[in-house]
T-cell receptor, first 112, second 111 residues
Framework: DADVTQTPRNRITKTGKRIMLECSQT?????MYWYRQDPGLGLQLIYY???????NKGEISDGYSVSRQAQAKFSLSLESAIPNQTALYFC???????????FGPGTRLLVL | GQNIDQPTEMTATEGAIVQINCTYQ??????LFWYQQHAGEAPTFLSY????GLEEKGRFSSFLSRSKGYSYLLLKELQMKDSASYLC????????????FGTGTLLAVQP
């Protein structure tokens, strides 16, 4: 079983719709991250959380919100999706001691 | 500002050696990571350097010079499956320890 899972893996939605991307991990890590990846731009940090009661904005948080429901779960929401949020979204986790980030398989989102 | 530079693309021959360079300018430094990413897949961790010098892991080695803001990833005995993007990422200073990623180097291994 994968250590970091993301659902859905692919999603097509329309402008203005609210959608949620979910991430779960079985690695026991306390830190979780959401990134988006666009061609030619590399990985950009959206939000990160160092524990259940800690939520922090990353470089590009506008238009997004997150929820850390438990140590193992970190969800990303697009309140009102727009076409330029079309991208590949990755969740990642890390352990406080080591800090290497481990990535989920990604969610490919298309906003029409 | 914070900046990480890598070549956009490289081409190499199966069985050869290739070196992918990364230069960085960041606010603080707490380590440099290399990740491999095949098209449409998740980045996977390759190596981590926090002190100057060379770290070797099988066919892959990574070098760091903190004074020069420079790292390279060395891939030996190239295989076709090594065709992928290679991402350089720096962990900055301060309490957050966030990773800053370069845009990646797309390596094509040819027969």
């Amino acid at each position: 079983d994968a250590d970091v899972t993301q659902t859905p893996r692919n999603r097509i939605t329309k402008t203005g719709k609210r959608i949620m991307l979910e991430c779960s991990q079985t690695k026991g890590h306390d830190r979780m991250y959401w990134y988006r990846q666009d061609p030619g731009l590399g990985l950009q940090l959206i939000y990160y959380s160092f524990d259940v009661k800690d939520i922090n904005k990353g470089e590009i948080s506008d238009g997004y919100s997150v929820s850390r429901q438990a140590q193992a779960k970190f969800s990303l929401s697009l309140e009102s999706a727009i076409p330029n949020q079309t991208a590949l979204y990755f969740c990642a986790t890390s352990d406080r001691a080591v800090e290497t980030q481990y990535f989920g398989p990604g969610t490919r989102l298309l906003v029409l | 500002g914070q900046n990480i530079d890598q070549p956009t693309e490289m081409t190499a021959t199966e069985g050869a050696i290739v070196q992918i360079n990364c230069t960085y300018q960041t606010s603080g430094f707490n380590g440099l990571f290399w990740y491999q990413q095949h098209a449409g897949e998740a980045p996977t961790f390759l190596s981590y350097n926090v002190l100057d010098g060379l770290e070797e892991k099988g066919r892959f080695s990574s070098f760091l010079s903190r004074s020069k803001g420079y790292s390279y990833l060395l891939l030996k005995e190239l295989q076709m499956k090594d065709s992928a993007s290679y991402l350089c990422a720096v962990r900055g200073g301060g309490a957050t320890n966030k990773l800053i990623f370069g845009t990646g180097t797309l390596l094509a291994v040819q027969p």
